[in-house]
């Protein structure tokens, strides 16, 4: 089966940056689309951004449009999530997920990674 791994959260001041990667490992994914998802505390879980492996086509939330940053390394099957211009309101756990549809709702993602914690000091 499909395992995703995420890492590079931490604790950053704001106005800094992070980067995030997931490895994914298990089977083919160039029909596939990677998402970014988050979840702060008592908040249900959010679209961040997301890019198809087949072409590299991206989308962002309006709330992270132009600060963040997504891309992939098919020859790695690493997707990474570039993060800059850090807000306190951006802290929260960053899951990444693949999914055949591309879509922002959570529930079109079949496969999810742990996720990794991503704090944000004002």
């Known amino acids: 089966q499909v395992q995703l791994v995420e890492s590079g959260g931490g604790l950053v001041q704001a106005g800094g940056s992070l980067r995030l990667s997931c490895a994914a490992s298990?089977?083919?994914?160039?029909?596939?689309?990677m998402g970014w998802f988050r979840q702060a505390p008592g908040k249900e879980r959010e679209f961040v951004a997301r890019?198809?492996?087949?072409?590299?086509?991206?989308y962002y939330a309006d709330s992270v449009k132009g600060r963040f940053t997504v891309s992939r390394d098919n020859a790695k099957n690493t997707v990474y999530l570039q993060m800059n211009s850090l807000k306190p309101e951006d802290t929260a756990v960053y899951y990444c997920?693949?999914?055949?549809?591309?879509?922002?709702?959570?529930?079109?993602?079949?496969?999810w990674g742990q996720g990794t914690q991503v704090t944000v000091s004002s």
């Open positions: 890019i198809s492996w087949s072409i590299g086509s991206t």
């Open positions: 997920a693949m999914g055949a549809v591309g879509s922002t709702t959570p529930s079109t993602y079949r496969w």
């Open positions: 298990g089977r083919t994914f160039s029909s596939y689309f």
